[in-house]
């Protein structure tokens, strides 16, 4: 069975500060690992992932992710937030085995402030 | 292109009645799956299709809820009779193929969602 923990339930930033969102996983097998954004009243958009290759991933917005195999982690971070980035972050993993069910973690709320 | 569509937006019913949602997928995406987010928590998988058959609904509660998408297009899910604890976003969402995944084509692409609250 695989899992995912978001330590931090919310995560309060000024603009313009460094941000990271933690992910844990568990799994047996080797996984593929996902970073999901929400914005308010918006569906799931996909932000980074991991699936083979460099462990470090970026996203066109700023954003990236290392993939920790040691540490089990993919610990999402941004050198600098805007307000716009202000958002429900949810991180997922899924592996061959799972057949593409994707297994969510708990959500992270990143809350940009001015 | 289009994205994946859902209705309704928003639902409030009384426990014991029943209540349908709908999705139309990305036109072409042969894989649709139904994702229950509780507040609070994460989405969880309830049943995920391919074409018109199902790949997996081990987490979806049979006893209440069913799922059907008979032409291998659009979808819908039912719940009969509602719960309180049936009060959550039902997430509709579709990728272009179940393939293993580096193939590039497996990527989930979500609807808005349909709120439903149970009172």
């Known amino acids: 069975a695989q899992s995912v923990t978001q330590l931090d339930s919310q995560v309060p930033v000024f603009e313009e500060a460094p941000v990271e969102l933690r992910c844990n996983y568990s799994s047996s097998v080797s996984v593929y690992l996902f970073w999901y954004v929400q914005y308010p009243n918006q569906g799931l958009q996909l932000l980074l992932k991991y699936l083979s290759g460099s462990t470090l991933v970026e996203s066109i917005n700023g954003f990236e992710a290392e993939f920790n195999k040691s540490q089990t982690s993919f610990h999402l971070r941004k050198p600098s937030v805007h307000i716009s980035d202000t958002a429900e972050y949810f991180c997922a993993v899924t592996s061959r085995n799972a057949g593409n069910m994707l297994t969510f973690g708990g959500g992270t709320r990143l809350m940009v402030k001015p | 292109e289009a994205g994946v569509a859902q209705s309704p937006r928003y639902k409030i019913i009384e426990k014991r009645q029943s209540v349908a949602f709908w999705c139309n997928p990305i036109?072409?995406?042969?894989?649709l799956y139904w994702y229950q987010q509780i507040l609070g928590q994460g989405p969880k998988l309830l049943i995920q299709?391919?074409?018109?058959?199902?790949v997996d609904d081990s987490q979806l509660p049979k006893d209440r809820f069913s799922a059907e998408r008979l032409k291998g297009v659009d979808s819908t899910l039912k719940i009969q009779p509602a719960k309180l604890e049936d009060s959550a976003v039902y997430l509709c969402?579709?990728?272009?193929?179940?393939?293993?995944w580096g193939v590039g084509n497996t990527e989930a692409f979500f609807g808005q969602g349909t709120r439903l609250t149970v009172v």
């Open positions: 969402a579709s990728s272009l193929d179940l393939g293993p």
């Open positions: 036109s072409g995406h042969a894989t």
């Open positions: 299709f391919q074409n018109n058959g199902v």
